[in-house]
C-alpha cells in the first residue's frame, strides 16, 4: 500500500528534482536594542560598547540579530550567568529589509530575545558557531547599565 502510494505520488508530481542550496555560515551576530521599562527600546549602533541609558531594574530585555545559521543553542550570558530567550526566524525582502517569515521567503537568520530575569547590570556575551563549513563561531557582547 505504502509503495503504491509512493508511486502515484511520484507520477503525479513528474520526475521533477527538488534542490536546496546549502545553508550559508554565519556571518554576523550584533546586540540590535536592549529595551526596559526604564528606558524603552535603545537601539545600539554598531562598534557601541555599552548601552547609553541607564537600564537597571527587572524586566530587561536584549535583541541579538544573527545573520547565516548556527547551531540551534547558542549561548546567551549576562556576567557569566546563562539567560533564556526565544528564536524568531528573519527573512529579508527584494528590498533588503529584514522581516519575520510569516509569507514565504528566504530565511538569512535568526532574532533572538533574551530576557535578563531579574538581573539588572553587567557585561551580556552572545556567541554561536554555524551548522557548516567552516564551522565558525561568532560572538559579541554589550554592558548594559
Not at 521599562?37 to 537597571?56: L, M, V
Not at 529579508?92 to 533572538?112: F, H, I, M, P, W
Request: net charge positive.
Amino acid at each position: 500500500m505504502k509503495k503504491r502510494l509512493l508511486i502515484l505520488l511520484a507520477l503525479t508530481l513528474g520526475t521533477q528534482t527538488v534542490s536546496a542550496a546549502s545553508a550559508p555560515p554565519l556571518t554576523q551576530v550584533k546586540v540590535l536594542k536592549v529595551e526596559s521599562p526604564e528606558c524603552g527600546f535603545e537601539t545600539i549602533d554598531e562598534g557601541q560598547t555599552q548601552t547609553r541609558c541607564n537600564h537597571s531594574g527587572p524586566n530587561i530585555r536584549v535583541y541579538v540579530l544573527e545573520v547565516g545559521y548556527g547551531r540551534s543553542q547558542p549561548h546567551a550570558a549576562l556576567d557569566g550567568f546563562e539567560v533564556n530567550g526565544t528564536r524568531t526566524q528573519v527573512c529579508a525582502y527584494e528590498n533588503g529589509n529584514l522581516t519575520d517569515c510569516s509569507q514565504r521567503t528566504k530565511v538569512v537568520g535568526n532574532l533572538y530575545i533574551f530576557s535578563l530575569a531579574g538581573k539588572q547590570e553587567g557585561t551580556f556575551t552572545f556567541s554561536n558557531t554555524s551548522i557548516n563549513a567552516p564551522g565558525n563561531t561568532m560572538s559579541t557582547q554589550l554592558y548594559i547599565k
